[in-house]
Nanobody, 121 residues
Framework: QLQASGGGLVQAGGSLRLSCAASGRTFVGYAISWFRQPPGKEREFVGGVIWSSGVTVYADSVKGRFSIAGNNAKNTIYLQMNSLKPEDTAVYYC????????????????WGQGTLVTVSS
């Protein structure tokens, strides 16, 4: 089970850190990705990490602003979001699949419940 948290309201230019914690499983062997769904739009890939190697992949829209890191002891993945823009407003989800990071939502097996990020201008 995945538990996403950390969303909230922030002004443009601000920062937030989202967390995705796994209970009942370890992330070893898995890729963990963040997706977001802006209001009225489809869910889109934000970035992901291969847990065992630490290799990360990011969407072009967030490169240089967002970063993903993990905490082995807490079995938790973090999405650090800096220089936030109003267009980053969305419900953010974490998701897990075996193996490598891919951008297709249908390839992921487990999803967190989502956390809302609102960026005001």
């Amino acid at each position: 089970q995945l538990q996403a948290s950390g969303g909230g309201l922030v002004q443009a230019g601000g920062s937030l850190r989202l967390s995705c914690a796994a209970s009942g499983r370890t992330f070893v062997g898995y890729a963990i990705s963040w997706f977001r769904q802006p209001p009225g739009k489809e869910r889109e890939f934000v970035g992901g990490v291969i847990w065992s190697s630490g290799v990360t992949v990011y969407a072009d829209s967030v490169k240089g602003r967002f970063s993903i890191a993990g905490n082995n002891a807490k079995n938790t993945i973090y999405l650090q979001m800096n220089s936030l823009k109003p267009e980053d407003t969305a419900v953010y989800y974490c998701a897990v699949k075996w193996g490598t990071v891919v951008q297709e939502t249908t390839r992921y097996d487990y999803w967190g419940q989502g956390t809302l990020v609102t960026v005001s201008s």
